[in-house]
Each structure stands twice: as structure tokens, then as C-alpha cells.
């Protein structure tokens, strides 16, 4: 008899393994160890509050922010006057003397003053534990499913939890503590700054802490109340909870921010205001609200390539034997699916869009100010939202834009004298739009029409008609500043866009490709946007005609595309910026249907520049190797983007830190964004009018499925492979257009309704 009961124990068992086995990995980032510096800890977020929690055990580290938290004023960065050095300096750049050029337009071209403001950190909250030192069975963790952070450990037999997330519904941070024994939780909590001006106020169970920016006219108040079951007391302006087993701490945060042109708010009373609306609520009504609002963003998309056990390690371990060998399928999934949880947690409708550093940053002076890049930064964080079903947190892209249109149309008459809007490299919270920092550089013309060209692919996803009405005049503005800006080319009797760069490498030039790509790419989106509302015939018309005389993209010495309007490109150069590869993604003007020599030759050029870089450039080069359908190649990247930014020796490089955050180094989270869309690009594209299912598939991911991808014209669809074959598809006709669908060989065509599914198997059959 106890034989039979081992055996059926032993049956029993390997069921039970062989369950597990075939249950998808949880997308979750976890460690056995707190976090000891920045870029260990993990972030959580509601678009305008973010968060870093460290985890630790004796003492609770919580950095946090406010996305309006920035040095500055409301200004009008123009140089006035500018427009009359404008074709002088045009006529340097021809007669070849680039140098004379460039010191004529840093003294008289550029942004007064020449630099933009700073991202600031808002505060931390600090929890100190007396007699947490000796603890066991300590894990850290995010649950990206549920978008909470949390901590538990064991000490004196007592288990200690806790959980921490930012809820969008109810605009505050949430900490949660916990322990399995009544009366167990003693701790004390303070709020500080790094700032030098800053005020802490004690009274009962409330705590203040007022900001104020040093260089700037914004200040910050944070305002955080406790609920406990212990007793509580204020001291030495900190506050001490004792005899508790459970503890809530709320933390609202606000500043004195309306908008780029006010600062006249109330932050104490915004700040108030949001703790007041939490009365009568439990930590559990505000926990299952914040999950269900997530939820409903996180749940429409999932993606499986299958597990092979590295799910289960530790993720700082993950990545380094990512390194060391490059086989954790479902390392990718959890990467996309991170982004993802990155894009809900930093950019929701109503607030501002992701910086450099997304809305996290804990430096006075962070890299970079940390402020919006837009000769590919900002337009990368935004890549996949589209994809991934995420359109709503394209939002607060669009509302920067409506904003920079009113600085960009002071800018265009003050420096081109023309009229529409322009943006140059860089913008901050004041909506700067004149070029900034050093005219080797700064006076890139074609930020903003490559940001505007973002209101294009929300339509093409969505065809949602009337956001493109809503849309149509900020997407002509640009266009207009554009047909007025080019001008004839004494030299070559192009239309050519003079002056400007090709980002941040060659110096100031006259007719960057990039430049051309993108005009032609925003040209014809107004031409087409034109027709699609059936308005503005005439300026389309005059568009038509311009295209053509456009400067065209060219083929070099080397076969490579050219990057300038001279055939000067430099085989050996390795540099970070890769953009006149732009026309192949994230444009699409450049493809191997229809332009296949231009094709070869921007696969040249990439292959000059190399597989190194910073983390984004890593990133981009995932979505270049994608579009030239060499899914091995990107897998490359993946291998590089994802291994440990912090090399043995102590040395930083492109990668990812422990908490999956993207190394440029240091940090900047679009290569988040941009790794992810990579890894979809692999797996579906649709530019070139039609829905290429698998279209660069590499051998590392011979299994797998996808759920909730969007593509252009306005489908969803659901598909899975195995053995590198397709095996089913179904789509979703979200607009009831004709859908055009491509396998390998195969490319069907049929009419949708809209709201229906349409299911096939391998063979689109």
C-alpha cells in the first residue's frame, strides 16, 4: 500500500511539473537583494507622479517625482532679429567655409539664452525599521501585470510585507506595510529633499514638504497622510508608528505649474485636494481601482515566446547570463511587455509626455536636463504605443505639440521669416523651440515635422477621421514652414533645407538627408491628409510640386546612402546617430519593394557605422536590421541592448542596468521603448500597405505568440507560430477597410466589416 501511495505521490508530482511547465512565466521583475543605487531600484508611476523604491529592509528608500518639477520660467527663447543673418549664412555653407558659418549663427542665430531647463527631483520618503538589520527570505519585486512594488522579508519569525504603486484614478503613491503578527510593525517616517530650499511640517499623522527650485519660479508642496491600526505619534518632525500590524501611507504631490505660459496654481491646495478625496476609502478600494484602471490598458496585449527555465532566476542574473548566452525567449517577451508598463506608468491623457529619463530622475542637474530631445528621443519613447494598443498614452505627445506650435511660430518669423512652426532639436516644459546649446548642433530644422508625422500613424492605426480634423492645422503649419523654409541650391538646383545638421555629427551643413526624408515624409502626410478630409486642394497642389525638386536621396562612393548633400561619408566613422537611414525606419520611403538599390545602400551604411552604441542607437539599429528583414542581425542588437550596462570592471556601455532600465549610458528609458518596438517589428509589419506577418522572424524565437498587435488601417490582430511557421491568424477589423495580408509568398486581399474577426491557418487559407 505505501508503495502504491509513493508511486501515485510520484505521478502526482511530475503532473505537477509538467503544469508548471507549461504555465506562462509572470512578467515580473524580482531580486533577493534591495537595491543599493538608482538604477537598481524599481520604478512605478501614474503619468505625473513617479516613483523609485529601493526596498530596502532597515531603511525605505522612496524617490519621487512631478512631472511639472522644472528650473525656468515662462520664456520666449527666440533670437530676435535672427532671420537677418539667415542668408548670409546660407551663402557661407555653399561657398564651402562651414566653419565662418557657424560662428556667425552662434552669435546671431541661436536660443536667448543659449541652454533650456531642467527636469527636477520632487522629494523622498525615507522609513526607518530599528531592529531590521538580521532578516532572511528577503525578495523584491514588480509585478508588471499589476503595476505594484513590493518588498517582504522575515525578522524574529515575523514577516514583513509591503506594496507601493501610483494610482492613476486617484492621483496619489501608495505604500502599504504589513506584518503576519499583531502589533509587530514599529517604523518612522521622514520626507526630505535635495533640494537647498525645502521645508518640512509635522502635525499628527500628516506630513508637508514644500520645494522650491533654485534656478526658476516653480515650487512644489508634497503632502502625505498615515492610517494605521497602531498608535502614532509626531516627533522631532518625523513621524513614529508603533503597536501597528498594518500601516497606509498616501503621498500627494503638486506645483504651482498651470501651463507654459502660467504658474499661478495652488500647489498646497492641489496637493490637499487629492488626499481629501481618499476619505472614507481602504487601502483595498484604492488597490483594486489602480489595478482595474491599469488593467485596462495592460490587458489588451500579451505576448509568449516560451520559456526555458531563466524565468525563474533573479533578473540582475538574467541579464548576465543573457550575455553569456543569448537564449531567454521569454526575457523578450518580458522586455516588450515592460515598455509597455513603462509607457502606462509615465505618459496617461491629461498629462505631459515622457522626458529623456520618462518621469524619473533623482538629480538636481540630470543628464542631459532631462528634458524632450527630439532628433530621436522623444520621438522613440512614442514607437511602440501605437503597436502595442496603448493609442490613449499618445495623448500627452499631442498635447506638447499644440503647445510647441505656438512657441515654433515665434521662432519661424523670428529666425526663417517664414510662417507655420518650427522645432529645433530640444524642447522643455517652457516649450522652447529655438536651437539650443552650439550651432554645430543645435540648428537641426526637423524635430517638429518629424513629431508631427506621429499625428499621421495615430490616424493610420486608429482612422480615427475626426482626431485627424482635430489634427489637420498643426500637421499644415509645420508643412507651410517647410515650403517657405527651402531654398534653391546654388551648387546642385535642388530645393534643399539650409541651414542644418544631420544630428549631432558633420557640424553645421547645408542639405542633410535626414532633413529631405522627413520633409518629403510630412509633405505628402498633408497631401494625403488633405484628401482624406477634402480640404485644403490648393496647398496640396503646391506640395505636389515641391517634392520633386527636393533634393533625393543618393548613393555614394562607398555604395552607401549618402548622409550629406556632398559625397564626403566616412566608412570608419562609427557614430551613434544613424539618421539618414531615416526614410527605412521609422519612415518607410526607403523599402525593398520599391526602392531596392536605396535599400542596399542604407544597409550599407549601417553596416559602416557598426554594431556598437549607446542603449537607444542599439535600440533604433533593432528596428533598421528589422526593416531589412535580417531578423538574426537584430537579434544581435537585442543580444547587446539587453546584457549588463555595468560591465565586470565597473566600466558602463550601452545595455540595461538591473532594473532593465536602458543605458545610454547613463540612463535614458528610450531605448526602452524603442527595443520593444524592435522586437514587434520583427514579428509583423505594415507600412508598405499590407500586413507581413513574420517578416524577419529570427532563429532564436522559433515558438511563439502575440495578441492585441495592432496594425495600420485600422486592424488588431492574434497570431502564433511554431517551428519558425506560421500555424493560425486572426484579425480584427477595427474600421472595416480592405485588408491586405502577406505570409512568406503568400498575399491575400479581402473586404471587413467593421467589429468582425477573420480567422487562417498557416497557409492564409
Not at 537677418?84 to 552669435?107: C, F, M
Not at 498615515?226 to 503597536?243: E, L, P, S
Not at 507581413?692 to 532564436?700: I, R, Y
Request: net charge negative; with cysteine; aromatic share 10%.
Amino acid at each position: 500500500m505505501k508503495k502504491l501511495i509513493f508511486s501515485l505521490v510520484c505521478i502526482l508530482f511530475l503532473v505537477s511539473c509538467e503544469t508548471a511547465k507549461e504555465q506562462p512565466a509572470e512578467f515580473r521583475l524580482f531580486y533577493n537583494e534591495p537595491a543599493e543605487i538608482w538604477t537598481e531600484a524599481l520604478p512605478i508611476g501614474n503619468g505625473r507622479l513617479g516613483a523609485m523604491i529601493y526596498g530596502g529592509v532597515s531603511q525605505e528608500h522612496i524617490q519621487f517625482n512631478e512631472e511639472t518639477l522644472w528650473t525656468g520660467e515662462p520664456h520666449d527663447y527666440s533670437h530676435k532679429g535672427a532671420s537677418n543673418y539667415l542668408a548670409e549664412i546660407r551663402q557661407l555653407l555653399a561657398d564651402g567655409k562651414q566653419r565662418e558659418a557657424q560662428n556667425l549663427a552662434s552669435e546671431k542665430f541661436m536660443s536667448v539664452p543659449l541652454h533650456q531647463k531642467a527636469y527636477q527631483p520632487f522629494g523622498d520618503l525615507y522609513l526607518q525599521f530599528p531592529g531590521h538589520e538580521n532578516y532572511t527570505a528577503y525578495q523584491r519585486e514588480l509585478d508588471i501585470e499589476k503595476a505594484l512594488a513590493k518588498t517582504s522579508y522575515i525578522v524574529d519569525g515575523v514577516q514583513y510585507k509591503r506594496e507601493v504603486f501610483a494610482s492613476f484614478p486617484n492621483q496619489v503613491i501608495a505604500v502599504n506595510l504589513s506584518a503576519d503578527k499583531k502589533k509587530a510593525l514599529n517604523f518612522e517616517l521622514a520626507l526630505d529633499a535635495v533640494h537647498e530650499q525645502k521645508a518640512v511640517f509635522t502635525e499628527g499623522n500628516t506630513m508637508e514638504l514644500k520645494v522650491n527650485v533654485k534656478d526658476g519660479a516653480l515650487y512644489g508642496v508634497a503632502t502625505l497622510v498615515v492610517k494605521t491600526d497602531g498608535a502614532f505619534a509626531a516627533v522631532d518632525n518625523n513621524i513614529q508608528i508603533k503597536d501597528a500590524s498594518e500601516a497606509t501611507i498616501y503621498l500627494s504631490a503638486a506645483t504651482n505649474y498651470v501651463n507654459f505660459n502660467d504658474v499661478s496654481a495652488d500647489a498646497k491646495k492641489l496637493a490637499g485636494e487629492k488626499l481629501k478625496h481618499l476619505e472614507g476609502k481602504k487601502y483595498q478600494e484604492l488597490k483594486a481601482d489602480h489595478i482595474a484602471d491599469y488593467q485596462q490598458l495592460y490587458n489588451r496585449f500579451k505576448i509568449d515566446f516560451g520559456d526555458n527555465g531563466r524565468a525563474a532566476m533573479t533578473t540582475e542574473k538574467r541579464i548576465v547570463e543573457f550575455e553569456r548566452l543569448p537564449e531567454d525567449p521569454q526575457l523578450l517577451a518580458l522586455y516588450v511587455q515592460y515598455a509597455r508598463y513603462l509607457t502606462i506608468a509615465g505618459s496617461r491623457e491629461g498629462t505631459r509626455p515622457t522626458t529623456l529619463q520618462g518621469i524619473w530622475n533623482d538629480k538636481i542637474r540630470p543628464p542631459w536636463e532631462s528634458k524632450y530631445t527630439v532628433n530621436i528621443n522623444t520621438e522613440m519613447n512614442y514607437w511602440p504605443v501605437e503597436l502595442t494598443n496603448l493609442p490613449e498614452c499618445h495623448e500627452p505627445l499631442f498635447t506638447m505639440l499644440k503647445e510647441v506650435a505656438e512657441t515654433g511660430a515665434i521662432v519661424a518669423r523670428e529666425h526663417y521669416n517664414c510662417d507655420g512652426w518650427v522645432l529645433h532639436h530640444n524642447t522643455d516644459i517652457w516649450r522652447g523651440a529655438a536651437p539650443i546649446n552650439a550651432s554645430n548642433h543645435g540648428i537641426w530644422v526637423t524635430g517638429g515635422a518629424w513629431l508631427s508625422t506621429h499625428f499621421w500613424e495615430h490616424y493610420l492605426f486608429t482612422q480615427d477621421k475626426k482626431f485627424l480634423e482635430e489634427n489637420y492645422e498643426l500637421i499644415k503649419g509645420s508643412a507651410q514652414f517647410f515650403a517657405q523654409f527651402l531654398y534653391r541650391d546654388p551648387n546642385t538646383g535642388y530645393l534643399i533645407s539650409s541651414p542644418s545638421n544631420s544630428p549631432e555629427i558633420g557640424g553645421l551643413v547645408a542639405g542633410p538627408t535626414m532633413d529631405h526624408q522627413i520633409i518629403r515624409a510630412l509633405f505628402r502626410i498633408c497631401i494625403e491628409a488633405s484628401e482624406k478630409l477634402n480640404k485644403d486642394h490648393a496647398f496640396a497642389e503646391e506640395l505636389k510640386a515641391l517634392i520633386p525638386q527636393i533634393a533625393p536621396n543618393q548613393i555614394g562612393q562607398y555604395g552607401q546612402l549618402q548622409e550629406w548633400l556632398e559625397d564626403k561619408d566616412n566608412p570608419e566613422v562609427k557614430h551613434r546617430h544613424v539618421s539618414h537611414l531615416w526614410a527605412v525606419y521609422p519612415g518607410s520611403e526607403i523599402n525593398p519593394e520599391e526602392t531596392p538599390e536605396l535599400m542596399n545602400a542604407a544597409q550599407q551604411s549601417l553596416e559602416f557605422r557598426g554594431d556598437g552604441g549607446t542603449g537607444w542607437s542599439l535600440a533604433w539599429k533593432i528596428n533598421y536590421w528589422a526593416r531589412f528583414l535580417d531578423g538574426n542581425h537584430a537579434y544581435k542588437m537585442i543580444h547587446r541592448l539587453l546584457s549588463p550596462a555595468i560591465t565586470p570592471d565597473n566600466k558602463e556601455r550601452g545595455g540595461s542596468y538591473v532594473n532593465l532600465f536602458d543605458a545610454h549610458p547613463p540612463f535614458q528609458i528610450d531605448g526602452n521603448f524603442g527595443g520593444a518596438s524592435g522586437i514587434i517589428e520583427l514579428l509583423l509589419q505594415s507600412h508598405l500597405g499590407k500586413i507581413e506577418l513574420l517578416p524577419a522572424l529570427p532563429s532564436a524565437l522559433p515558438n511563439g505568440n502575440i495578441s492585441g498587435v495592432c496594425a495600420r488601417g485600422g486592424f488588431e490582430l492574434a497570431f502564433s507560430w511554431k517551428d519558425g511557421q506560421l500555424e493560425k491568424v486572426e484579425v480584427l477589423s477595427k474600421a472595416g477597410n480592405t485588408c491586405h495580408l502577406k505570409y512568406n509568398d503568400t498575399l491575400i486581399e479581402f473586404e471587413t466589416e467593421k467589429g468582425k474577426s477573420y480567422s487562417f491557418n498557416g497557409e492564409l487559407k
